[in-house]
């Protein structure tokens, strides 16, 4: 199992970034996936997170409306779409997967994370 996040970057306040979660060696149909961030300083919290089909879908409450996350089963990604960014945005994101979804909290595979800077 292997995750690789990309995407990140620097944008300024009220702009875009789309990450992407390329998953190899194993079907992301199959697993939950989950998006999260850790800024310096602060605790490591879970963004969106989306079951294996799909149909049970988490965002941090601080993102509702403005981030939204998707499978692409053709492409074996997982995208978060980005809109209306804010400097509190700024931090690392890191995606992974589980098996079996147990909520936005933890989950069993990771990927190295991608920077997402988003300046005032």
């Known amino acids: 199992v292997q995750l690789q996040a990309s995407g990140g970057g620097l944008v300024q306040a009220g702009g875009s970034l789309r990450l992407s979660c390329a998953a190899s060696?194993?079907?992301?149909?199959?697993?939950?996936i989950g998006w999260f961030r850790q800024a310096p300083g602060k605790e490591r919290e879970g963004v969106s997170c989306?079951?294996?089909?799909?149909?049970?879908?988490y965002y941090l409450e601080s993102v509702k409306g403005r981030f939204t996350i998707s499978k692409d089963s053709a492409e074996n990604t997982v995208v978060l779409q980005m809109d209306s960014l804010k400097p509190e945005d700024t931090a690392v994101y890191y995606c992974?997967?589980?098996?079996?979804?147990?909520?936005?909290?933890?989950?069993?595979?990771w990927g190295k994370g991608t920077q997402v800077t988003v300046s005032s």
């Open positions: 060696g194993f079907p992301l149909d199959y697993y939950a």
């Open positions: 989306i079951n294996d089909n799909g149909d049970l879908i």
């Open positions: 992974a997967a589980e098996r079996y979804y147990s909520g936005c909290s933890d989950m069993d595979y």
